[in-house]
């Protein structure tokens, strides 16, 4: 603060006898990381110290490919399954949609995110008070779906290719939910463990299994070439089937909103910023050697992925008869898959779907990492989580457990859990595209604006469509928001008389104020309501009894949906009385923090005093979650139990 000397002291001090028994072992094991500070995540996603480098931005590319290139295990058959002999015309729209709006919209997200908190934390910033905190935790909600499916969906695919491969054993066929419950497991394991060689790991599964499929792709291609009468047998049954050239542009323009898992990876993208090897001269106000490589993971991958889901498409639909990809069909989940077999050999496909089976995997590991970086994020600093979410162990628990829940749910099927990934990953798109608009057109970009705002439509029509054709999907995201809200605000209840507050900084005036009261005893502080400006202030001949005159306290109470901040005590004089103000997000937290702080810098307990408030208990609780305010002293008294338990060193609270 310009012209102010501040004094940061403790809202609280540790209780001298407090340290007595260690925790157990599993408690501290399982807990580990929960001191580190809101910003630094644990993960691939964590945001590094500033001692680290950070990785040259193609490495991090392959973070986000490992969700985004393993979609190409089940894509192509989602794709003729939804679009039959028009899948690579709805293909085409899809790739439009990416390069002239997803990618741009990202583009457009890594500048105004660059530290990985991606278009929640935009949309945030447009929406103050309890309705921004609302709107977010319903996007979290959605990007839960989003993330939870990518996990569940993933490893119900990889499931398929060790059913359909011809050398598993026999019992292995009838396994497949059991198969995607023990990779959901064995991946909450890593992460129980660490996940410390992300990076590592992922450029070699997504080298590996990119040169697979452009194999497979080659001799694809090779198959198509040598037989044109494969093309021409395709063109006229689209011919038979549709009226005219027009007729199909219409047709995959209705249907390509069912192929909108191809868009999946763009979200993740944004979230591995932090990862992304800078310059020297980036600043964390200004990363710009960061964001030029976001933009350059962005762009390549959504032009690579362009690439291959056009000519997968392509080679599926003229190769593979469309009764293949029906529920149950030997393609269905794994079209590639089913050319490797076909045309390479079982050798060669076995090793593709070891491949495969790799990298969706590890994609239910990138959404993993995806949750474990926002919801440390957002819900803790809301109050709407305990404490132990910042920690990441205790997290991937839950999250294996709902993983397992929803894999059972849906008994491990790729085609009933694409409609909820669909939903969740376009409400994310849309999200990031109206936070696009709406930014660019804050700057004055009216041309950018104006084609954000288009990009948004497309979304909004693609969303709409989607939930008409599936609506289980808006469904499952409803669960998880309900689920988010519900336990979000019981546990910002639960912890509404913690202490809430950083640090209490004192300015200068504040400090030779209480330094000249406090020279004389302890301190005796008057809460006074800062509204009732026709309320006469004390004067220091006022005495509370114990013949010590008065300090009075004023809290201005800045916005009462956060839930902790540091506090600032400014000393002002107003008609003749010196006096202390201050801002908090709750009157009695604040005063609460700012008598524990004076008392660790005066070493006497101080004292404080309230008059009753008028009104019922339930109206004033109800304003004290809501507002901040309501029925100060009891709740601050509350507050100061909970924060010290030592009955002799707790400030005293006087009511009358």
């Known amino acids: 603060m310009t012209g102010i000397e501040t004094e940061r002291t403790s809202a609280t001090s540790a209780d001298p006898r407090a340290s007595a028994t260690p925790a157990p072992r599993w408690r501290t094991w399982l807990l580990e990381g929960l001191s580190e500070q809101t910003a630094r995540h644990p993960g691939p996603h964590r945001t590094p110290h500033p001692e680290q ?29 939804a679009a039959g002999l028009l899948s690579p015309l709805a ?79 026999n019992w292995l066929h009838s396994a497949h939910l059991w198969i995607a419950l023990v990779l959901i497991g064995a991946l909450g394991a890593v992460f129980l463990k660490g996940f410390r060689e992300a990076i590592g790991i992922a450029v070699a599964l997504v080298g590996t ?46 249907v390509f909103p069912k192929l909108a898992l191809g868009l999946s990876g763009f979200e993740t993208g944004v979230a591995v910023m932090p990862q992304i ?40 639909t003229i190769l593979i008869p469309q009764d293949a990809f029906k529920s149950g069909g030997p393609a269905n989940g794994r079209a590639l898959a089913y050319l490797a077999h076909h045309y390479m050999g079982q050798a060669f496909g076995t090793a593709y779907d070891v491949s495969t089976l790799a990298i969706l995997w590890f994609a239910g590991a990138s959404a993993l990492a995806g949750l474990l970086n926002l919801v440390p994020r957002y819900l803790p600093r809301y109050g709407m989580a305990p404490e132990w979410t910042r920690a990441v162990r205790p997290l991937v628990l839950v ?46 970009h009216t041309r950018a604006s104006a084609g954000f705002a288009v990009i948004t439509a497309v979304f909004s029509y693609t969303l709409v469509a989607n939930v008409a054709e599936r609506p289980d999907g808006i469904k499952i995201a409803a669960i998880f928001i309900l689920a988010i809200l519900v336990t979000s605000f019981g546990s910002r209840v639960h912890r509404a008389f913690e202490l ?38 004390p004067s220091g001949q006022d005495s509370p009894g114990a013949g010590r005159p008065l300090l009075p306290l004023e809290v201005f109470v800045r916005d009462s949906s956060d839930f902790t901040a540091d506090v600032t005590v400014r000393g002002v004089e107003r008609d003749g009385v010196r006096l202390l103000q201050a801002q908090g997000p709750t009157v009695p937290n604040t005063i609460a923090a700012i008598l524990l702080a004076l008392r660790d810098r005066t070493g006497e307990v101080p004292h404080v005093y309230f008059s009753w408030t008028e009104g019922g208990p339930i109206s004033h609780l109800i304003r004290f979650l809501v507002f901040g305010d309501g029925e100060v002293a009891p709740v601050t008294r509350e507050v100061l139990r909970r924060a010290e338990p030592t009955p002799e060193r707790r400030p005293r609270v006087h009511v009358s």
């Open 399 to 444: 999250f294996t457990a709902a993983a397992v829940l929803i894999t059972v749910w849906f008994h491990a099927n790729v085609d009933k859990q694409s409609g909820a990934y669909a939903t969740g990953m376009l409400v994310l798109m849309l999200s990031a595209s109206f936070a696009s608009t709406v930014a660019a057109h804050r700057k004055g």
């Open 53 to 81: 480098e950070g990785h040259r931005w193609w490495r991090v590319m392959c973070l986000t490919g490992v969700d985004y290139f393993s979609t190409l295990g089940y894509q192509p058959g989602i794709a003729a399954l």
């Open 500 to 537: 809430r507050v950083g640090e209490v900084i004192l300015d200068d005036q504040a400090q030779r104020i209480l330094d000249e009261a406090a020279a004389e005893g302890p301190l005796h502080l008057i809460a006074h309501d800062p509204q009732e400006a026709s309320s006469r202030l």
């Open 209 to 254: 299994y990119l040169a697979f499929n452009v194999a497979v792709l080659a001799v694809a291609a090779w198959q198509i070439i040598g037989h044109p009468v494969a093309i021409r047998d395709w063109t006229e049954a689209m011919t038979a089937a549709h009226s005219s050239p027009l007729a199909m542009v219409g047709v995959a323009l209705l």
């Open 277 to 316: 090897q800078g310059d020297p001269a980036d600043t964390y106000a200004k990363p710009e050697g960061r964001i030029r490589g976001a933009r350059r993971l962005l762009t390549t991958a959504a032009l690579t992925m362009s690439c291959l889901l056009l000519l997968s498409s392509l080679a599926t």
């Open 91 to 169: 293909t085409l729209v899809l790739i439009a949609l990416t390069l002239c709006g997803a990618l741009p919209v990202y583009r457009r997200v890594a500048r105004e995110s660059p530290h990985g908190e991606g278009s929640i934390a935009m949309l945030e910033r447009l929406l103050p008070w309890w309705p921004g905190k609302i709107f977010v935790l319903v996007l979290l909600g959605f990007a839960a779906t989003d993330f939870m499916i990518t996990i569940t969906l993933s490893s119900a695919d990889a499931a398929a290719h060790v059913t359909e491969n011809p050398f598993a054993p």
